[in-house]
């Protein structure tokens, strides 16, 4: 089952608009649209024309948009997609160099556009019905940072009554797809407001040195959760994000180890993922903090890798045993090219330094067929399981958490 008929809908629901400058390539590809058996598709010789159509009638699930055209170009027209918040998928299409493809590619993903995949001229039928049945709407957020307005007091108040409470997102091992672990990832119970995100108050608490409070009351909750499943299942572990302000505690290893031997809980089964982008601030004390936690024995983890700076000097620099790769090199691979060859390498140079190495954000399933493939230990992922409440985790582990999680079509 692919992932497009998962969520409930199949191609021929799909409407798709194509512009291009050239009559027969238009013609080409939606020909090949019908014989998908997909309906609705419009065709516009030029970027101005097809922005009239938007405006008309902005439901256009995908946007197949050729780059060089005379009257306006496919960048002005991504830039004028934007204006209008188009929240459709774009698949981008080119006679130029592959280079310059790409490098749209890449400016559409910093616009926000979704973009679906890139395909160079002549388009193959295959590659396009490919990226098609890849296809998944964006999933509009529950908030996106600055969208729910929450104040200091607010904040302060959460903590202090608990509203601030641990999911939890499994991840499971790939040669026999068992659970092995799960990432803890905070949430906000808000009575009136719902459900926010960490990306809106995590930033909110280090900049206001909440973050210490914030940290510990998640931790307490996540451990007490954690010390029951180990009583079944003495070899499930925990990932917790920790915040790089945290690290400037010089008694953290200390405090964490007194915290993990309250639930009896031994200090290898918890791993700290550490996004690596703030990692050189305060390099002494960073290297004090992490080489005393990694002597206690809890894990290091280097956390949306290859999207910062020094990733691979702060490799060789502290003492790490796990690399997450970041979502934007594996969702999509299989249709991304640059994307695949950075997860493939990333996976190669985390086998030859040692690291169990951890793919994040598999949404489908030729994100798992390419996880698999570049060789990583570890996988986690909408496809497998979106992140849960302590309750819900209980539930679902019950159910699923022995054996196989997912079923592949292609057997391992
Ligand atoms: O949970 P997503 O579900 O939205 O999390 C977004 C980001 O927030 C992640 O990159 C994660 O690193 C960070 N995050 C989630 N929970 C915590 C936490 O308990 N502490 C810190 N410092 N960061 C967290
Ligand atoms: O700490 P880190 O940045 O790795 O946090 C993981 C983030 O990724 C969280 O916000 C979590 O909710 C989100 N996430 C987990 N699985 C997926 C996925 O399959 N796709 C996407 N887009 N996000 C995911
Ligand atoms: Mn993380």
Redesign the pocket.
Known sequence: MNAVLEQGFCLPDLSIMVVDDNRAMLEMISGSLQREGIKNISTYLGGNDALAHFKRDPHIDILILDLNMPDIDGIQMLRALVAMNFAGGVLLFSGEEGRILKTVQNLACAYGLHVIGTLAKPVPPRQLREILLAYTPRKPKTNVPGAVNITLEELQAAIAQRNIVPYF?PKILVKDKSLAAA?V?ARWLHPAKGLI???TFIPLAEENGLIDELTWLVYDQAFSCLAKWRATDPDFRLGL?LSVSSLGRVDLPEKLEQLASLYGIPCDAIKL?I?ESRLMQNIVMTLDVLSRLCLKGFHLSI??FGTGYSSLSQLSLFPFSEL?I??SFV?NSAFNPAARAILETSATLAKKLELTIVA????NEEDWSQVKKAGCDLA????IA??MSGNDFDGWKMLKGKGEIIQDSNAT
């Open positions: 997102q990432e990832l995100l960490p990306d994000n993922e996004t956390d949306d997450k970041d979502r969702h994040e954000g598999i949404e986690q992922g909408y496809f979106r992140p």
